[in-house]
């Protein structure tokens, strides 16, 4: 921020107002304006030059280790242990866990399922309605039957609705 100080001075007016009784009861009013000297500030903001980010994206890093067969099969290992553990820990099987337990990302069921990955993201967040040929197709490549995938979608959506409420 940049502060200029001008020394001029301006003559802004003050008024004052006195209220009394006469002596006869009746209200007088006086009133009085005198000119007080006072000092202009001008305040000059300029916006600070934008920074870099810092760091890189986790995507970015996913994405470099998936290229990788080390990392990309220890991405897939770790994620069949969250889906275990999510399974275990959680109210069940939901439509996240069944894909994580298959050791795949919403970016490669998507892709199996020729959707997109935000389409799986709304699936498991239970925001989306699912036809019977995405049905279908979760079944297939979740390796669940069709009764499972019912049952984590609706889990999924009263999960939902709780979080709603609350």
């Not at 020729?114 to 239970?126: D, F, L, V």
Request: glycine residues 4%; proline residues 4%; aromatic residues 6%.
């Amino acid at each position: 921020m940049n502060t200029n100080y001008q020394s001029e001075y301006s003559k802004p007016m003050t008024s004052s107002r006195l209220t009394t009784w006469s002596d006869s009861s009746e209200l007088v009013e006086q009133s009085s304006t005198t000119p007080v000297p006072c000092r202009v500030f001008k305040i000059n903001y300029s916006t600070p030059a934008p920074q870099p980010k810092k760091g890189r994206a986790l995507s970015s890093f996913i994405s470099d280790w998936t290229k990788d067969e080390d990392k990309s099969s220890a991405l897939s290992e770790a994620r069949v242990w969250l889906g275990n553990t999510a399974a275990i820990s959680g109210e069940g099987e939901t439509i996240k866990s069944l894909r994580l337990k298959r050791g795949l990302s919403q970016a490669q069921l998507a892709e199996l399922m020729q959707t997109s990955q935000p389409h799986i993201a709304r699936i498991e967040k239970g925001r989306d309605s699912v036809t019977l040929e995405t049905l279908c197709k979760l079944s297939e490549h979740l390796t669940a039957d069709y009764n499972s995938i019912v049952h984590a979608i609706k889990l999924q959506e009263s999960i939902l609705a709780r979080e709603i409420r609350s």
